[in-house]
């Protein structure tokens, strides 16, 4: 069965550091990773997804994630945080299984300190 | 840009009472699926709908849900008598099987259900 797991439920960082959310994803085949953000009382955004190729990909607002196999991960980066990035963000993992669904990890909170 | 809207962005309902959220995928879309996610926790998988019919579903959608393409360009679901538990905000989203594989599922706003 498939499973995300996020470590944090929060993480605060400065604006201008690193940002780095960890997920780490369990899948019988090779799967489909995501990375959604969504804002206070808003839907969700896709932020980038990973499903063959490249193990780096690059999303929207200057987001990366990298796809590491023998590590079952796919952390999150941004070079540089910015106060709008304030946000909960959610990892997912997909698969085919006579349908598609999506498994979504609990969630980080990210906070973003002036 | 093509997106799925979802009515009404807001029901209160009584408990027992029966609910209908409406969803509009994007229209070249052939996937449908819903979601919840109660205040405070992570988004969970309810169903997933193809070809006019139920594709997956897990152990939460139980016989009082129900999800129905009426026509050509809407997609519903239904709680048949909603309990307390049922409060959450409900997401209906949608995909394209000829992505390229990926099932890249784009989102709607929600609809909070709020059973009293």
């Known amino acids: 069965a498939q499973s995300v797991t996020q470590l944090g439920s929060h993480v605060s960082v400065s604006e201008g550091a690193l940002v780095l959310l960890r997920c780490n994803y369990s899948s019988s085949v090779p799967p489909y990773l995501f990375w959604y953000v969504q804002y206070p009382n808003q839907g969700l955004q896709l932020l980038l997804k990973?499903?063959?190729?490249?193990?780096l990909v690059k999303g929207i607002n200057g987001f990366e994630a990298e796809f590491k196999k023998s590590e079952t991960s796919f952390h999150l980066t941004k070079p540089s945080a910015h106060m709008s990035d304030a946000a909960e963000y959610f990892c997912?993992?997909?698969?085919?299984?006579?349908?598609?669904?999506?498994?979504f990890g609990a969630g980080t909170r990210l906070f973003v300190k002036a | 840009e093509p997106e799925v809207t979802q009515t009404p962005s807001h029901q209160v309902t009584q408990m027992g009472q029966e609910v209908i959220l409406r969803c509009v995928p994007i229209?070249?879309?052939?996937?449908f699926y819903w979601y919840r996610q109660i205040l405070g926790q992570k988004v969970e998988f309810l169903v997933s709908?193809?070809?006019?019919?139920?594709s997956e579903k897990s152990e939460i959608f139980d016989d009082q849900f129900s999800v129905e393409r009426p026509d050509g360009s809407n997609f519903t679901l239904k709680i048949r008598s909603t309990k307390l538990e049922d409060s959450a905000m409900y997401f209906c989203?949608?995909?394209?099987w000829g992505s390229g594989g990926g099932n890249e599922q784009f989102f709607g706003p929600g609809t909070r259900l709020t059973v009293l």
């Open positions: 229209s070249n879309h052939l996937y």
């Open positions: 997912a993992v997909s698969q085919y299984t006579g349908g598609f669904k999506t498994i």
């Open positions: 990973y499903t063959t190729g490249a193990t």
């Open positions: 989203a949608s995909s394209d």
């Open positions: 709908f193809y070809n006019n019919e139920i």
